[in-house]
Nanobody, 124 residues
Framework: QAHLVESGGGSVQAGGSLRLSCAAS????????MGWFRQAPGQERVGVGLIYIGGGGTLYADSVRGRFAISQDKAKNTVYLQMNDLKPEDTGMYYC?????????????????WGQGTQVTVSS
């Protein structure tokens, strides 16, 4: 059965690192895309980055480019979000999401399948 399950969240100080995992059984087909989104308290959910499962290409939001990196391990059916040099404004609930087909998009409306989220808190 296909599912998306995030893990790896936690509390860190500014400048620290975390690696989030998304167990993506059933979603690692070559034409699929996996996105990472976050939602800060009282704010809308926004896209952080995505990876094209087929070719491994990635795209990042301006706010995290150069600090975050998305990768995949097809053998483990897992997508990762490596977060370095974390800032307090990175605090929020992080979600992985999947879409089948389409193109490069960080619009949450384009994603049909979502995990339950994992909390990241960055203190100053």
């Amino acid at each position: 059965q296909a599912h998306l399950v995030e893990s790896g969240g936690g509390s860190v100080q500014a400048g620290g690192s975390l690696r989030l995992s998304c167990a993506a059984s059933g979603y690692m087909a070559s034409r699929n895309w996996m996105g990472w989104f976050r939602q800060a308290p009282g704010q809308e959910r926004v896209g952080v980055g995505l990876i094209y499962i087929g070719g491994g290409g990635t795209l990042y939001a301006d706010s995290v480019r150069g600090r975050f990196a998305i990768s995949q391990d097809k053998a483990k059916n897992t997508v990762y979000l490596q977060m370095n040099d974390l800032k307090p404004e990175d605090t929020g609930m992080y979600y992985c999401a999947a879409k089948r087909g389409g193109s490069w998009s960080l619009d949450e409306d384009d994603y049909n399948y979502w995990g339950q989220g994992t909390q990241v808190t960055v203190s100053s």
